[in-house]
């Protein structure tokens, strides 16, 4: 297996929190992160993107130590929660930045940043600013914006939460789409067991800030020994 991205004996406190992971996940899957509210999934994604600094050990992008590294130094692209999004600057504009920091954006760059808005579904939407968006529509534009980076490993903090169903279905879709024709590394925050089910490779359990089970999706959906995973794979997505 080639390592997509490993933690190595990382180990962080947060308030009274601790977390720790020894964690490997192949290059080139989509792993599911599972686990209750407050386990520590953000955490892992926030030590992976490098918002979180590790108190002790080491984490490596495709066998590269990425530890001393500025978030923006890591190849990365992230989809979170609050989207990211600069309120002041229209929708194209926020997707540019995705490509160019400076905005120094080639025909191609332009072509590309209209093809992610059309392939999730904003096609007209580019000179709309965040804040006249609904939330499902920011998560579309933040979802956009991964698409035209091509970054080797992609984080996905529950990306299709403010979704209605068919929506998060076509996204879903989009993503394995693009998973297919890219190979690369996705980690997925996700309360819905659906979404192992449809989407993810691998998933991963996380309780009181540790890995608990790590296996590949189809056997992870069938595993009752494990502490808490029971009430993760009885929830129904509403
Ligand atoms: N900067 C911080 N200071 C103190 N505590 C923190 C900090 N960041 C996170 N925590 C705590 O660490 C725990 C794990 O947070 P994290 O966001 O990783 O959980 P999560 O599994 O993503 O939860 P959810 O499913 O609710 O989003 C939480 O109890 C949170 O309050």
């Known amino acids: 297996m080639t390592d997509g991205i490993t933690l190595d004996g990382v180990k962080l406190r947060l308030g009274e929190r601790d977390f720790r992971f020894d964690t490997r996940l192949a ?25 979180d600094q590790p108190d ?20 990365v692209s992230l989809v979170f929660q609050d989207n990211n999004l600069f309120a002041h600057l229209d929708l194209f504009t926020n997707i540019g930045l995705g490509i160019s920091p400076s ?15 059309d392939r999730v579904g904003l096609s007209g939407f580019e000179k709309r ?5 609904s939330g499902g529509e920011r998560q579309r534009a933040a979802f956009a914006r991964a698409l035209v980076r091509k970054k080797p490993v992609l984080l996905m903090d529950e990306p299709f939460a403010s979704l209605d169903p068919g929506l ?13 024709e890219t190979g ?5 925050v996700t309360h819905d067991p659906e979404d192992v ?12 800030g540790e890995v608990r089970l790590h296996a590949p999706a189809e056997s992870f959906l069938e ?7 029971d009430l993760f794979l009885a929830a129904r997505h509403k």
Do not use: Q, W
Request: no cysteine; charged share 25%.
């Open 56 to 75: 002790s050990g080491s984490i490596k992008i495709l066998g590269e130590d990425v530890t001393a590294r500025h978030p923006s130094e890591r190849p």
């Open 129 to 133: 600013k965040p804040g006249t968006l």
């Open 168 to 180: 998060r279905r076509s996204m879903a879709d989009l993503l394995v789409e693009l998973h297919r």
């Open 184 to 188: 690369n590394t996705v980690l997925i």
């Open 27 to 51: 290059a080139g899957r989509i792993t599911a992160v599972t686990g209750p509210s407050g386990s520590g999934k953000s955490t892992l994604l926030n030590l992976v993107a490098g918002f």
């Open 103 to 117: 905005l120094k954006l080639s025909k191609e760059d332009r072509l590309a940043i209209s093809t992610a808005l």
């Open 223 to 229: 595993r009752h020994d494990i502490d808490g995973l």
């Open 197 to 208: 089910r449809v989407l993810a490779d691998d998933a991963i359990f996380i309780n009181a």
